[in-house]
């Protein structure tokens, strides 16, 4: 029989399935304080569990784990992880440190195939989907790595490789685990999902249970100038993603925010800022202007004298912005970088 993995089940979940295997529901919270809390990474390690429970669950579930393959640091704070998943496909996780607290950037899948074309993510293909328990070891094992400072993650952004909302189920289940007061609790507040802008998902989110943010990477106000740079673009235009976005304000009340990457010559004019005006009018929103890490050679970051001035056209029109402070320049913190470089070296 293949066995359970038990970073991959939410609370209520793991109730069911120990009812199911008929166990008393209240175990799971036995389970989630000494996996999450304790660390514990052996079910016959958990003493609260009677001995016969604990017996009995070590053959049905089993724990995996990341196996780390490298560490960078930047001189801003910033690590890097890079780290192996069982079947040796390689993935990446960022900790920033803010005044705040400390935030991880996840990734949700082995490459993304959403194909922006500014993106180093998008130059791997998805091999698949990271499980709900992939998802939620990276906050894990930085936790783990932390410790030794006693320290914790307060902050998650899914931000990293891969489209969070093409692989819908497995991340809502992880934020749950995330955000479980006896899991890894951190506050939904604290959480924030970003998508390049699958409408249907968005619509979907509208009803999730948790109060998470919601960030949506726009980039380009024209569904000219978007498709021809962000292939979703073509399934879903600008009119359906404000239309969704709208849905999702009516429903939970909360404010979207919108990434927008500041690209030298393509869309940081001041007409594109006037685009960008035009779509969001209206819209309880603000935007966070991203500068460009260059990647690949084609694009380049806009400098800072333009990127101020679209800044101050958008606050003199009741947009509100700010500019995104970056983090890790000097050890490839952006998407897909890292991963990309270690794969060339073992090439
Ligand atoms: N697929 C999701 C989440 C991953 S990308 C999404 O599109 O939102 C996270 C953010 O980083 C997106 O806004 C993406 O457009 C941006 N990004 C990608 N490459 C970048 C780069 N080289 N420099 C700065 N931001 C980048």
Redesign the pocket.
Known sequence: MDKYCIYDYSKAHLEDLLALLGEKKFRATQIYEAIYKENKTNLNDITTLSKASREYLSDIFYFNNLNIKDIKKSSDGTIKFLFELEDKNLIETVLMVHDYGYSVCVTTEVG?N?G?K????GELKKIRNLSTSEIVLQVLEVNRYLVKENKKVSHVV???????FDNYDNVMEALLILNDNKGLEIGSRHITV???GLVPKIMDFSDFPLQVNL?I?L?FATDEKRTKYMPINKKYNLEELIEAIKYYYNKTNRRVTF?Y?LLDNINDSTSDAYDLIKLLKGLNCYVNL??????NGIFKRTKEERRDAFFDILLKNGIQAVVRREFGHDIDA??GQLRAKAIKKME
């Open positions: 993304c959403m922006c500014f993106c180093a993510s899914v931000m990293g490789i891969g489209e969070p970003s998508t390049c960030a990477s980039h990434e990457i991203i500068p460009y890490n260059e990647t952006a998407c």
